[in-house]
C-alpha cells in the first residue's frame, strides 16, 4: 500500500508535509508522531498493515524534518509544533475516533501535545518511549541557546535503533533523516522532556505502551514503574522482541498491538 502527501498550513503559514496511509474503509484514525532524527517513512512498516486493516493512518513530518525542508533541524518553539499538530488534527478530522500514538522523543511530544489540547483523542499509544531515557541518554549534555542554525549533531545514536539489516539498507542511506538540530530544538526537546513522568501521569487517556525488550535508548524499568501507577483505563502493557526501532525490529508484533489496542475502541465515532 502506498502512502500520499497532503499540505496542512500551519498557523504561521509554514507548509506542513503530512503522508497519510489511507484505509479503503477507515473506521478510526491513527495520528502518530515520529521522533527527532526520524520522519513519517520511518513507520510505514506500522502504517502499511494498520491501513489494510481499516485504520487510516496519519503522520505529519515535524517541521524541519522529513520532506519539510525549510528551517531544517528548527522550530521556533513548544508551542508553535503543538499547534502544528492540533492543525494536522483539524484537518484530518473526521467522523471516525482519532487515535494518537508517539514513537521515540514523539511519544514526550504526544503527550505534551494531548495535556495542551485535552479531550482531542480517544486514547494514546506509546512506542518505545523517550519518556525515561536510558542512563548513556541522561549524562549527555545538550548545547542549548536561542540559536536557530541547525549545528548540532542529536544525541540518538542511529545504532541504537536497530541492528537488523535496516540499520544499513534504510537508516544510514536515509538522506531525509535529520542530521543536525539547533541549540534552539535541543531547548525545545528539553522542555517537552521536563518533568514528563508527572505530565503522562496527568493524562487522563486511556493508554497503550508498548516497550523492546533490547532497548538500549529507554530506560524501560523506569517506563513500567510509571506505566503501574497511570490510573485512567484501559491502559495495556506489551512487550516486543528486538531494539528500540520496534518498526524495523517487531513490526508485525507492534503492528497487532496498536491493532488490538484500536479495536477496544471500534465503532466509537469523535474523539
Known amino acids: 500500500m502506498d502512502s500520499s502527501f497532503q499540505t496542512v498550513k500551519a498557523a504561521d503559514g509554514y507548509p506542513l508535509q503530512v503522508r497519510v496511509w489511507q484505509a479503503a474503509e477507515p473506521r478510526a484514525t491513527l495520528l502518530m508522531l515520529h521522533g527527532v532524527v526520524s520522519h513519517s517513512l520511518w513507520l510505514e512498516p506500522l502504517a502499511v498493515p494498520l491501513a489494510e486493516k481499516g485504520i487510516t493512518v496519519i503522520c505529519p513530518d515535524r517541521r524541519g524534518a522529513g520532506a519539510n525542508r525549510d528551517a531544517r533541524g528548527d522550530a521556533p518553539d513548544q508551542q508553535t509544533l503543538l499547534e502544528d499538530v492540533e492543525r494536522v488534527r483539524q484537518h484530518f478530522a473526521t467522523a471516525q475516533a482519532m487515535h494518537l500514538c508517539g514513537f521515540c522523543w514523539g511519544s514526550n511530544y504526544a503527550i505534551n501535545y494531548a495535556l495542551k489540547f485535552p479531550g482531542n483523542m480517544r ?66 526537546m528539553q522542555g517537552f522532556s521536563q518533568m514528563i513522568g508527572i505530565k503522562l501521569l496527568k493524562l487522563p487517556l486511556p493508554l497503550l505502551m508498548v516497550l523492546a525488550e533490547q532497548d538500549r535508548m529507554t530506560d524501560n524499568e523506569t517506563t513500567a514503574r510509571v506505566f503501574n501507577r497511570f490510573k485512567t483505563e ?32 471500534n465503532g466509537e465515532t469523535g474523539a
Do not use: M
Open 123 to 188: 486514547s494514546l499509544a506509546l512506542l518505545a518511549p523517550a519518556v525515561f531515557a536510558a542512563e548513556n541518554l541522561r549524562e549527555a549534555e545538550l548545547n542549548i541557546s536561542d540559536v536557530a542554525e541547525a549545528t548540532e549533531v542529536p544525541i540518538v545514536p542511529l545504532d541504537g535503533f536497530t541492528r537488523g539489516p535496516a540499520y544499513k539498507g534504510f537508516i544510514l542511506p536515509d538522506s531525509s533523516r535529520v542530521t543536525h538540530v539547533s541549540p534552539r530544538f535541543n531547548g525545545i
Open 234 to 265: 484501559p491502559k495495556h502493557l506489551e512487550y516486543v522482541p528486538g531494539e528500540h526501532g520496534v518498526q524495523f525490529d517487531a513490526p508485525v508484533q507492534t503492528a497487532d498491538a496498536l491493532l488490538a489496542w484500536l479495536d477496544r475502541f
